[in-house]
């Protein structure tokens, strides 16, 4: 710690922000284990209305971020930083200009912060295997019902197939 530590004015600010970015996080992530349940159930309207939620809570982890960001410039200036240098530090190099107990704080929130990351990472691995496995089956399926001709084939406004060379354009463009 350098000799300098002190509690700035925002840490207060900080760390309410970091537990929101905590809860958000954790929030996601229970999303993201609904999502996963309505894929296993064919689910499509479970699976939008989990989606919606998603969207909300990634715009809200946004704007969060860019106010961490903000607060954290603030802090850097009051230790002495240079403007927008605050914000490049990590949530351990912050905590380590600041006395105690903020840096205990600083540091525990960080931590629960990490793991929430941690787990919405890892939830979004699984959600790109199942992604992946999904579109193969939908190939697998579209093959099946691709016609069989060698010239190129596509699909009416009414559901025949035709060539497309031979396709008016109303069919083309529907």
Request: with cysteine; proline share 3%.
């Amino acid at each position: 710690m350098n000799q300098s530590a002190r509690r700035p004015s925002r840490v207060d600010e900080l760390i309410v922000l970091l537990e929101e970015h905590v809860t958000s996080h954790e929030q996601l992530a229970d999303t993201m284990n609904a999502t996963v349940g309505f894929v296993r159930q064919a689910d499509v309207a479970g699976m939008s209305s989990v989606a919606l939620q998603q969207q909300g809570l990634v715009q809200r982890i946004r704007q969060r971020e860019g106010l961490r960001r903000q607060v954290m410039d603030r802090i850097g200036v009051e230790l002495g930083m240079a403007p927008r240098a605050g914000r490049v530090l990590t949530i351990s190099q912050m905590a380590g200009r600041l006395a105690p107990p903020c840096r205990e704080q600083l540091i525990e929130t960080g931590r629960r912060l990490k793991q929430a990351v941690d787990r919405v990472a890892r939830l979004g691995r699984v959600h790109e295997r199942i992604s992946s496995r999904m579109l193969a089956h939908a190939s697998l399926v579209l093959g099946a019902v691709r016609p069989q001709r060698t010239a190129s084939a596509d699909y009416c406004g009414d559901g025949r197939t035709v060539d497309q060379a031979n396709m008016i354009l109303f069919e083309a463009v529907g």
